[in-house]
């Protein structure tokens, strides 16, 4: 029987890729099989939420990383040859994907944005975003197996089904790890998570200095919204937070309502800002690439706009 | 003194690619480029030679021949030497194939290095695959989204960033590294650094000279150009301005 593995390091991501496997299974013909963490969570709730096998993770050592796992998750693998293992594209699971992928001698489509099963040619069809946001890549693979990687929340979680049966194993602990965790340090959470905004107010390179990000935060209040940034601003100036980087290589949301202000409006910004229902623009450059990539903008300079805009709105 | 190889990539400046008729991807007026994020890791790796007080950065690069300029283009940004790997069948590699690649010219021309650098993704595909696949390949350690690293005693020491904060990771040399953009600051080359770098030594290597076949794994269908066009209104900056951006917020339900 073919087989769609998920591979997750938090109950979270075990959900969102439970549902993305239960989707696929049945025009695949397949078993679905949870690799995940022993303490994320009790094994029948992941059968009950699509998987017809659990497969434990041993517990690691405080001094080993995640990828400690990939020789335990190979060998297995190797066993049970899967057609597609999926995997959520955080930063340990992009990792971890490309390294398995190695081993395994495997395809890889990574930030996949797209994820189908074609019955009539038995292959499995994906798509990405290339070149910065520009492209769209559409690939296939009738190999197996094949590995995907989805970006975070690309599903909802799996619900819980009553009545499902499925098995349980656990699996060996991997040999030491080469790479050693000496420290971690979990992240202050000092921005709220934009991802949820429903109105964001962007700040781009046309501020001139960090205090005059006022200005955009005033909007945002004004608007009900949060506050995000262009990577040179979280990057290379460090004046916000890099939780708030909008962009391909950052976060991308999908507000009712984006605002850049001073945004010049890079491809690989705007792709981050795709989702959003209305986006409009402040540029005093008014050649900025951000224009036509709005709904509407005001030619002029932030400085003078914004306040303009705050008091309209609060008439 | 630390051997750095530092891997780059020739890359389409994505800036100038425009949407053809029918949505086809319009490659027609492009530039090239070293990929943004392998500008950090060139950095990266010259700044840990100066940090280890001498030893070389050796540059890696797969590419058609026409990515002969990107060499050069990397040889200004401080690389000591570079190997280029060059055949016009290598245009649209896989990174699988791209990994596979690199890590047939690193077992066999580069005997003996440290550490190797490589870019958190590449500005073209951006599959962030290629790093992480190399490592293996050569089975050595890997970390990557390194945003601070230093060398010391056989070992690296490494800041990671996660979704869920930092871990600071060591791991014993040779390794292998992919580094964030905001590692550093990549230098600007001066007139200087590229007179220079037409005197720094390339080592071409064909196609032929290597063992293996490089068989890609997927397969890419299409190439199409996204849309992310609007209406683009543009208003003025004036109280007549002003007042239809509101007003166009309003009617279009998305202030309260």
């Not at chain 1, 990792?95 to 398995?100: G, H, N, P, V, Y």
């Not at chain 1, 296939?140 to 349980?168: L, M």
């Not at chain 1, 962009?247 to 491809?267: D, F, R």
Request: charged share 25%; aromatic share 4%.
């Amino acid at each position: 029987m073919a087989g769609i593995w998920i591979i997750a390091e938090t109950r979270e991501q075990a959900l969102e890729l439970l549902e993305a496997g239960r989707t696929l299974a049945p025009d695949m013909g397949a078993a679905l099989t949870a690799v995940v963490r022993k303490v994320a969570g009790p094994p029948e709730d992941y059968i009950a939420r699509g998987a017809d096998e659990v497969l434990l993770l041993a517990e690691l050592p405080p001094e080993a990383p995640f990828g400690a796992h990939l020789p335990v998750i190979e060998q297995e693998a190797k066993t049970a040859s899967p057609d597609l293992i999926l995997f959520i594209a955080s930063a340990r699971g992009k990792e971890m994907a490309a390294r398995l992928a190695a081993r395994l001698g495997a395809g890889l489509c990574s930030g996949c944005t797209a994820l189908a099963f074609d019955k009539g040619s038995g292959s499995i069809r994906m798509e990405r975003l290339a070149y910065g946001g520009a492209a769209i890549q559409k690939l296939t693979s009738s190999a197996k197996p094949v590995i995907v990687a989805v970006p975070p929340r690309s599903f909802e979680p799996a619900q819980a089904v009553d009545g499902r049966k499925g098995k349980t194993r656990e699996l060996p602990s991997p040999p030491p790890s080469a790479v050693r965790v000496l420290e971690r340090k979990p992240k202050e959470k000092v921005a709220k998570d934009i991802t949820e905004a429903r109105v964001i107010v962007c700040a781009g390179r046309g501020f001139d200095k960090k205090e005059d990000l006022a200005l955009a935060r005033a909007l945002a209040d004004a608007l009900g919204g949060e506050l995000g940034a262009t990577r040179p601003l979280t990057e290379e100036m460090h004046w916000l937070p890099e939780d708030l980087c909008i962009g391909l290589s950052g976060v991308q949301v999908k507000p009712e309502l984006y605002v850049g202000l001073g945004v010049s409006g890079q491809i690989q910004h705007m792709t981050g800002v795709r989702g959003a229902k209305i986006v409009c623009a402040v540029n005093r450059d008014e050649n900025a690439p951000i224009f036509p990539l709005s709904d509407f903008g005001i030619v002029g300079s932030l400085y003078e706009v914004v306040p303009k805009l705050i008091a309209e709105l609060k008439k | 003194m630390p051997i750095v190889v530092a891997c780059f990539k020739w890359v389409v400046d994505e800036a100038y690619i425009r949407r053809g008729a029918g949505g086809a991807l319009d490659l027609s007026s492009v530039d090239y480029k070293i990929g943004e994020y392998d500008r950090n890791a060139i950095e990266e790796a010259a700044r840990l030679r100066d940090a280890g007080g001498g030893g070389s950065v050796i540059g890696v690069t797969v590419g058609a021949p026409d990515s002969a300029k990107g060499v050069k283009d990397g040889l200004s940004r401080g690389m000591d030497q570079a190997f280029f790997v060059s055949d016009p069948s290598f245009k649209d590699l896989e990174p699988s194939q791209t990994a596979a690649i690199l890590a047939e010219v690193i077992r066999t021309r580069i005997p003996q290095y440290d550490l190797i650098t490589c870019g958190e993704g590449s500005s073209d595909l951006y599959a962030q695959q290629v790093g992480p696949r190399l490592a293996e390949l050569l089975g050595i350690p890997c970390v990557c989204f390194v945003q601070k690293v230093s060398l010391e005693g056989g070992k690296l020491v490494a800041d990671r960033r996660v979704e869920d904060g930092i871990e600071v990771v060591e791991a014993p040399l040779p390794a292998l590294v992919t580094v964030l953009p905001d590692i550093n600051t990549p230098r600007i080359p001066g007139v200087k650094d590229t007179l220079m770098a037409g005197k720094k030594p390339v080592t071409t290597v064909k196609k032929e000279e290597l063992a293996g076949s490089f068989e890609g794994t997927l397969k890419t269908e299409a190439m199409t150009a996204s849309s992310l066009e609007r209406t683009g209104e543009k208003l003025a900056a004036d109280a007549a301005g002003i007042a239809r951006f509101v007003d166009s917020l309003r009617k279009s339900g998305v202030i309260r």
